[in-house]
């Protein structure tokens, strides 16, 4: 990843400036190198990541930020739907450009219960699409309530720890 520390361009028409200032401003902030940084990090990494990854990624570029500042901003950039937020039961936080985005594109998680590998799963089924819509679209309709987007993880074994583990099953 080739971030200029003094000229950190937000590259991606999620952010565009205003959107950028918005998030930031809402958040009690304002755009800084560092800020730009973790948002280009995004569009630049391809992934999953805590808060504590992307700090050590960032930290040797830019000395001043503080883990903090990195908390801050992804939760400010989660909050406005730049990112997305997840658990996968590893107790911390993970984070990934969000659906929608410029480089990010809908997709759900095959999380390995044993190593903790996250692969995205993007090859949906025609059949697969039309069951999720039925589902929103019911849940909508039954709770009076407006569905903005869903995030599915489904839990069980990779493939090298099914290999590695013969009581997998």
């Given at each position: 990843?080739?971030?200029?520390?003094?000229?950190?361009?937000?590259?991606?028409?999620?952010?565009?400036?205003?959107?950028?200032?918005?998030?930031?401003?809402?958040?009690?902030?304002?755009?800084?190198?560092?800020?730009?940084?973790?948002?280009?990090?995004?569009?630049?990494?391809?992934?999953?990541?805590?808060?504590?990854?992307?700090?050590?990624k960032?930290?040797?570029?830019?000395?001043?930020?503080?883990?903090?500042?990195?908390?801050?901003t992804?939760?400010?950039?989660?909050?406005?739907?730049v990112?997305?937020?997840?658990?996968?039961?590893?107790?911390?936080?993970?984070y990934?450009?969000?659906?929608?985005?410029?480089?990010?594109?809908?997709?759900?998680?095959?999380?390995?219960?044993?190593?903790?590998?996250?692969?995205?799963?993007?090859?949906?089924?025609?059949?697969?699409?039309?069951?999720?819509?039925?589902?929103?679209?019911t849940?909508?309709?039954?709770?009076?309530?407006l569905?903005?987007?869903?995030?599915?993880?489904?839990?069980?074994?990779?493939?090298?720890?099914?290999?590695?583990?013969?009581?997998?099953?």
């Open positions: 990843m080739n971030i200029n520390k003094k000229n950190a361009r937000l590259n991606f028409s999620c952010c565009r400036e205003g959107r950028l200032r918005g998030c930031f401003n809402r958040s009690g902030g304002r755009i800084t190198g560092p800020r730009r940084a973790i948002v280009d990090f995004f569009h630049h990494e391809k992934g999953h990541f805590t808060a504590e990854e992307v700090f050590a960032l930290a040797l570029r830019y000395p001043g930020l503080g883990i903090a500042t990195v908390y801050r992804l939760s400010a950039l989660s909050s406005s739907g990112l997305n937020r997840f658990d996968f039961g590893e107790g911390k936080a993970k990934e450009l969000s659906d929608g985005h410029e480089g990010g594109s809908h997709h759900h998680h095959l999380v390995c219960s044993n190593c903790g590998k996250i692969m995205e799963y993007y090859d949906f089924m025609d059949e697969e699409r039309d069951f999720f819509n039925k589902i929103e679209k849940l909508s309709n039954r709770h009076n309530f569905i903005k987007g869903h995030s599915l993880h489904f839990y069980g074994f990779c493939e090298k720890c099914k290999k590695e583990n013969r009581e997998v099953k």
